[in-house]
C-alpha cells in the first residue's frame, strides 16, 4: 500500500437507480463541474494575493525555489520553531498553546492527530495543553496542574486585539513571574508570540518585554493558518515531522491546481456541497470521522464551512459527530430524519494498534461470528455498515480515507478541505475570508466588559435596554 495516500469517493452520494431521499443525480454532478471548476481557476489566478496569499505558506519557508507572496518573511521560522521544538523536548517541558478559534483548532488537530504515543513507537516527552476557552474553572485547573519551572508557552493573536487570548495569557505570565522563580532571562526564552510583526499590541508588547516572535502576517486569517507558525511550532513540539506535513500540503496543492473535475477531491467535494445547498435542500454537514485521533478535524473544518461561508442568509449548518460513539445517539436521527444532511466520513485503512478479539468467546454461540476477528475489523464493519444504511435511506455520504495517519497525509488533507472552501466562497458569492458576525459580537463583548469610547457607549446602551 502506498501509504502517502487520500482517497476521496462519492459513490455513496449518489442515486443508483430510482431517486431516493437527498441522494444526488450524478447528472446534478456533472451539471455543475464545469461552474465548479472555473471557480477553482479564478482562485488560482487570485493565489498570492490578499486573502489568497495563505496557499503559498506551504512554500514560503526556504526549502523551496518559488518565490511567494511572503517575501522573506518565513526565511528563518523554521529554523526557529525547530531549535523552540527540540529545546522543549529535551526539557520535557510543558506546552501551553494560547489561543483561541483559528488560532488554536489547527494546532489541536495536527497534535491530536499525529502527536506521538506508543502506539506510533515512541511517546512526546512535552506536554501539549491548548486552553482556547476562558471557562474559569478550566483555567484555574490547568493552572494548579502546570509544573511552573517547565512552562512554555506560545500565545497566538494575529491582531493582538483577541480578548480572551489576551486575558489567558496576561494570567498565564503573571503566575510565570510570581510563582516559577526562573531568572528574567530565562522566562523570556520560554514565550513565544505568534502575531502580525509589523502592527498591533501584542508585536509590541513582545518587542519590549525581549519575547521571540513567530510571524502571522494579516494577509493569512486565522482559520486558514494551519500551515503558519501557530500550527507547526505546536506540531514540532508534539514530534510530528513538519517537513513531510508541508510536503503533503504541496503536493495536495498542486494536484488540486490542475487536475480535471473526474480526479480532483477538492472540486467533487465542492460540487457535493453547493448542489446540496442550491438544488437538494440540504442544510446540515454531519462531520463523522471513524478515528479518535481525527475527531478534531471536524471541530477545525466547522469552524472553516460556518465562519467562511456562513453569510448572506447561505450556508451549511456543521455538525460534529464521531464514530462509532454516535452510531449510539445520532445515526437515527440521520437514517430515519428529515433528508436534509451530508455525510462526510474521514476514516483510516491502516491504524497504529492491531487488537485480537479474544477467541474464547468461540465457545458462545451466541457471540462466534465475532471469534477470530480483531477490533480493526469490527471498526471497518461498523463504518461500512454506517455508509450503506445512509445510502439505501437517501441520506447522501462521501468518504476522506487516509492510508494512515501521517504528517503527508493530514497536509494533504486538510489542503484539499481548505481550498473547498475558497471554490464555494466563489460559487455562492461570498467572502470567505471575514467573519463580520464574529466581530460584530466581539465588540458587544468589549463594551460589556467596559472598553472606553463613543462606539462602545453606543453598544452599552443597547445592551442595557435588551436587558431590562
Not at 456543521?318 to 433528508?339: C, E, F, M, N, R
Request: glycine share 8%.
Amino acid at each position: 500500500m502506498n501509504t502517502k495516500q487520500v482517497d476521496f469517493s462519492l459513490r455513496l452520494a449518489l442515486q443508483d437507480g430510482e431517486p431516493c431521499g437527498a441522494l444526488f443525480a450524478k447528472e446534478e454532478i456533472a451539471g455543475v463541474a464545469e461552474n465548479v471548476t472555473e471557480a477553482r481557476d479564478r482562485i488560482e489566478r487570485g493565489r498570492g494575493k490578499g486573502p489568497l496569499a495563505f496557499l503559498e505558506l506551504p512554500y514560503s519557508y526556504g526549502s523551496s525555489d518559488r518565490r511567494t507572496a511572503f517575501g522573506d518573511t518565513f526565511s528563518q521560522t523554521l529554523g526557529t520553531i525547530h531549535e523552540a521544538a527540540n529545546r522543549i523536548r529535551a526539557a520535557r517541558g510543558q506546552f501551553v498553546h494560547v489561543g483561541i478559534g483559528g488560532s488554536a483548532l489547527g494546532a489541536i488537530t495536527l497534535v491530536t492527530a499525529l502527536g506521538v504515543t506508543k502506539s506510533m513507537g515512541y511517546e512526546c516527552p512535552a506536554e501539549i495543553h491548548v486552553p482556547d476557552n476562558v471557562d474559569p474553572d478550566w483555567i484555574g485547573e490547568l493552572l494548579h496542574r502546570l509544573d511552573l519551572t517547565r512552562v512554555y508557552a506560545n500565545v497566538v493573536s494575529k491582531s493582538g486585539d483577541t480578548t480572551e487570548t489576551i486575558a489567558t495569557f496576561a494570567l498565564l505570565l503573571e503566575v510565570m513571574r510570581e510563582k516559577s522563580n526562573l531568572s528574567p532571562a530565562e522566562l523570556r526564552r520560554r514565550i513565544f508570540v505568534t502575531t502580525n510583526p509589523e502592527e498591533g499590541a501584542l508585536a509590541e508588547l513582545a518587542r519590549s518585554e525581549g519575547f521571540t516572535i513567530l510571524p502571522l502576517p494579516d494577509a493569512i486569517h486565522g482559520r486558514f493558518s494551519v500551515f503558519s507558525p501557530m500550527g507547526l511550532l505546536a506540531a514540532a513540539v508534539a514530534g510530528i515531522d513538519v517537513g513531510e506535513l508541508l510536503e503533503g500540503a504541496r503536493v495536495a496543492d498542486e494536484r488540486t491546481a490542475r487536475a480535471p473535475f473526474g480526479d480532483n477531491p477538492s472540486l467533487q467535494f465542492a460540487a457535493l456541497h453547493y448542489v446540496g445547498l442550491t438544488q437538494k435542500g440540504i442544510s446540515n454537514l454531519i462531520l463523522l470521522p471513524y478515528s479518535n485521533r481525527l475527531r478534531t478535524v471536524g471541530d477545525w473544518y466547522s469552524q472553516l464551512v460556518a465562519e467562511s461561508l456562513g453569510k448572506q442568509g447561505q450556508g451549511m449548518t456543521p455538525v460534529k459527530a464521531l464514530g462509532v460513539t454516535d452510531q449510539h445517539s445520532q445515526l437515527q436521527l440521520y437514517i430515519d430524519g428529515p433528508k436534509d444532511k451530508l455525510v462526510v466520513v474521514f476514516s483510516v485503512a491502516r491504524h497504529a494498534e492491531t487488537l485480537r478479539i479474544p477467541n474464547s468467546l468461540a465457545s458462545n454461540s451466541a457471540y462466534t461470528y465475532l471469534a477470530y476477528k480483531t477490533f480493526n475489523d469490527l471498526f471497518k464493519a461498523e463504518r461500512e455498515a454506517t455508509e450503506v444504511s445512509l445510502h439505501l435511506h437517501g441520506v447522501p455520504n462521501c468518504r476522506f480515507e487516509l492510508a494512515e495517519l501521517s504528517p503527508f497525509n493530514m497536509g494533504y488533507l486538510l489542503t484539499v478541505l481548505e481550498k473547498t472552501v475558497c471554490i464555494l466562497g466563489e460559487l455562492l458569492s461570498v467572502n470567505a475570508f471575514d467573519q463580520p458576525g464574529v466581530e460584530e459580537s466581539k465588540e458587544y463583548a468589549r463594551a460589556m466588559l467596559g472598553k472606553s469610547g463613543e462606539q462602545y457607549d453606543q453598544l452599552r446602551e443597547i445592551v442595557a435596554k435588551l436587558s431590562k
